[in-house]
């Protein structure tokens, strides 16, 4: 690695970016990836401004992840049907040779389980994907009938939860 104002040069290297690429793609925060690397994330940002290849490689590596997060929240907005294997295991009471009970019976049961839309996903979403219609701070209204706005509100994200998970 090198020290001082050079460094950058390594990170545009076709394995330095594939590096950067892999450390986004593993999660990691633009501070947590300049920690890594041994570098300030100020600094990080600096070359992202300046080398288009560094921040490129940081995007591809982003991209699967942020798309996995956006499907596991639109999944938990609309609510899914999930099915658990469980094995339940019998003893004989009886030990083997190494000192382990003996199985007597083993059954394999599956459960299927309900796990209904979660109200905080699904605001979220809808303030991220439709903010003109869900900002915390909508344009200036008059404030004569809050309640009912509240009301009508909460049945439209029930209703947009519920029609989401029949589609």
């Not at 288009?52 to 991209?63: E, F, M, Q, S, V």
Request: aromatic content about 8%; hydrophobic content about 35%; some cysteine.
């Amino acid at each position: 690695m090198q020290t001082g104002k050079g460094k950058y040069r390594e990170w545009l290297e076709p394995d330095g970016l594939t590096r950067l690429e892999g450390l986004a793609r593993s999660g990691l925060t633009d501070a947590q990836i300049a920690a890594k690397i041994g570098i300030n994330v100020c600094t990080l940002y600096d070359w992202q401004n300046r080398f288009p290849d560094i921040t490129n490689a940081l995007k591809r590596g982003k991209a699967p992840v942020d798309d996995e997060v956006e499907m596991a929240l639109l999944k938990r907005a609309r609510g899914f049907t999930t099915t658990e294997t469980i094995e339940e295991i019998t003893t004989s009471g009886e030990k083997d040779d190494f000192g382990n009970y003996k199985v007597k019976e083993r059954h394999i049961r599956k459960i299927t389980r309900e796990i209904p839309p979660e109200t905080a996903a699904g605001i979220f979403w809808l303030k991220n994907r439709r903010p003109e219609k869900w900002r915390d701070k909508p344009a200036e209204v008059e404030d004569t009938g809050t309640m009912e706005k509240l009301d009508q509100m909460l049945s439209e994200v029930w209703s947009y939860a519920a029609n989401a998970k029949t589609s």
